[in-house]
């Protein structure tokens, strides 16, 4: 078994920001597998290969919403174990990721389980919605000697606040029902700027001045909030 498994990053969203590179292995995959957490919820990984593959070639796989550990890696492995069988009998197979897949991501835990099994996995990166909203407000995450930091929003004002400090840019994915302490908190502390994007390249996709504009919705599924503290 010397065959390459991909995983594919298909960015943010909008079809058009996939890697030639991932479309080309998504045209010549035989099998492509789309983990998915939510059974009933639409899947934006599903939506995007679309544009570019048959619905028969797609292998929508379902990965519980738990913090059950012991569940979770018992379905990664199930899953893992399920594309070595299909490589096994010839196949060539990628699995798929929204955004890039190195980041926050089932694939990782995948590729994990996979690597575990012995199956050679390859990275494509996609486009992270973390560049995505940078590039949608138009605003640096960086400059020369400058630096940019990525958390999970946590669920504290004072981690928010602390997180805020450390860096000149600061990022927060997932901030989803976690928004109305992000709000709170940049009120206070009063950065130079701070931005809600919300759904980049999907229907719904919205920019929130957090300091100045309306308030955002109180929740903020597949949202990305960008803060400038200031400063470099
Ligand atoms: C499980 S993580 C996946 C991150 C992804 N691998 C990436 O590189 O962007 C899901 C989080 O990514 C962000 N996200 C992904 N797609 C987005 C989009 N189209 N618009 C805004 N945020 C998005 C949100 O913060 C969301 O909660």
Known sequence: MNKTVYSLGLGPGDHELITVKAKRILEESDVVVVPQSNEQGRSVAREVILHYIDASKIEMCYI??????????????????????????????S??????PTIYSTSNYLT??????????????GISSINA???????????????????????????VADLIQRHPTTVFMKVNNKLPTLVETVKRIK???????????????????????????????LSVAVIKRGGK
């Not at 919403?65 to 010839?90: C, D, F, P, S």
């Not at 699995?95 to 890039?100: F, I, K, L, P, S």
């Not at 940019?148 to 981690?159: A, R």
């Not at 130079?192 to 599924?221: C, H, Q, W």
Request: hydrophobic share 35%.
């Open 133 to 159: 909203a940078a590039s949608m407000l138009g605003l640096p995450l960086s400059v020369k000697k400058g630096n940019f930091g990525v958390y999970e929003m946590p669920g504290d004002p004072e981690s």
């Open 64 to 93: 519980p919403m738990t913090n059950n550990k012991e569940e979770l890696v018992k379905r990664y492995t199930e899953v893992a174990e399920k594309i070595k069988e299909m490589i096994e009998q010839g196949k060539s197979v």
């Open 95 to 100: 699995y798929v990721t929204q955004g890039d």
């Open 191 to 221: 950065p130079e700027r701070a931005f809600l994007v919300k759904r980049i390249g999907l229907d719904g996709e919205a920019v929130y001045d957090m300091l100045n504009g309306a308030t955002p919705p109180e929740s903020a599924y």
């Open 112 to 125: 994990e389980k996979l690597v575990a099994a012995g199956v050679r996995v390859k990275h494509i990166p």
